[in-house]
């Protein structure tokens, strides 16, 4: 029997809370297919090493997950699927050895594909996932892109090598890649949006918003802003471009290494001020706004 079938198919006696998928054969693919009932408010979890994933809402009560594994030389690679009800939801996790364990936190192994020999070709894997309404959601990919579409309650997409795009969550979003773009719109919740080497893109959301590139630009706009919460947006290479509304209040604190300041606002300026750098307040103060960018021009809005 091959490898990845003995795989599957022990799955099913590793603990009493897993149940059964659907593995279907064809010509040039293998898709694992999984429907869980999850009620609004449960989080629903999703971990991979590999693979791009895109989420989006669904109907009824529960989540269907569908997960393409691309045939090499005829057969699928080694690639299993682990699920298991946490106390608040539904984790599944996509493995690579019987041993690896699927937590909350994700995969849970002693080694990594990485390590599986120079000569052997990566596995591939297309994940679809429909989630309803109201759910909370957190998916992962170590490589590959993370696209996620939905009114969901709150919401956490992370890739390690990959870009995230994110749409319409309701609630609180957390997006970042540690290499590629990041781009959040429409969310109506607080943002956390984060890459290691890309652009950061935040549209129309009603905030506050944080954003953070080791080497990329920060774009973002705020349609209006509920709360008076700090923010905090910094890169070491790039500009960055903020857009908040008419009525707009804060202390704050901006600063380049290489490049200049730009507002729409009046400012009442607090202490020396320079090209490179400005303190002060805008309307009232009140929340700390703090932008930060070593090489790169810095430019704030009227939406």
């Known amino acids: 029997m091959p490898r990845h079938r003995r795989l599957l ?4 006696a590793l603990a009493p809370s897993l149940a059964t998928g659907q593995a279907v054969v064809g010509r040039d693919s293998e898709v694992f297919s999984r429907n869980e009932p999850i009620a609004r408010g449960e989080w629903f979890r999703f971990f991979s090493p590999i693979g791009d994933i895109t989420v989006n809402e669904g109907t009824g009560t529960q989540l269907e997950l569908r997960a393409e594994k691309i045939l090499r030389n005829g057969r699928a690679e080694e690639i299993g699927f682990k699920v298991r009800r946490s106390g608040d939801g539904v984790v599944i996790c996509a493995v690579f050895e019987d041993g690896d364990e699927c937590t909350e936190d994700g995969v849970r192994s002693d080694r990594r594909w990485s390590s599986r020999g120079r000569n052997r070709r990566p596995p591939s894997l297309n994940v679809t996932i429909r989630v309803p309404a109201g759910v909370r959601v957190q998916v992962q990919s170590g490589n590959g892109d993370v696209s996620v579409t939905g009114a969901l309650a709150e919401l956490v997409a992370r890739s390690g090598n990959g870009r ?15 290499n590629g773009e990041v781009t959040v719109d429409g969310v109506r919740g607080p943002v956390i949006a984060n890459s290691g080497n890309g652009d950061v893109r935040v549209r129309a959301v009603q905030g506050p918003v944080s954003a953070r590139s080791g080497n990329g630009d920060l774009i ?4 209006e802003l509920r709360v008076a919460d700090d ?6 290479n790039g500009r960055i471009e903020l857009a908040v509304p008419a009525d707009f209040s804060a202390d704050i604190d901006a600063s380049t290494g290489n490049g200049s300041i730009r507002t729409d606002f009046p400012i009442q300026v607090s ?16 929340r700390r706004l703090r932008l930060v960018t070593g090489n790169g021009e810095i430019e704030i809005r009227r939406t």
């Not at 973002?220 to 349609?223: I, Y």
């Not at 923010?231 to 070491?236: A, I, L, S």
């Not at 020396?272 to 009140?286: A, E, P, W």
């Open 271 to 286: 202490g020396r001020i320079s090209k490179t750098r400005l303190r002060g307040t805008i309307g009232q103060g009140g």
């Open 164 to 178: 995230v795009r994110v749409s319409g969550t309701a609630g609180e979003v957390e997006a970042s890649s540690g």
């Open 9 to 12: 198919l022990s799955l099913l």
């Open 220 to 223: 973002v706009t705020m349609t």
């Open 231 to 236: 923010m905090d947006f910094t890169t070491g």
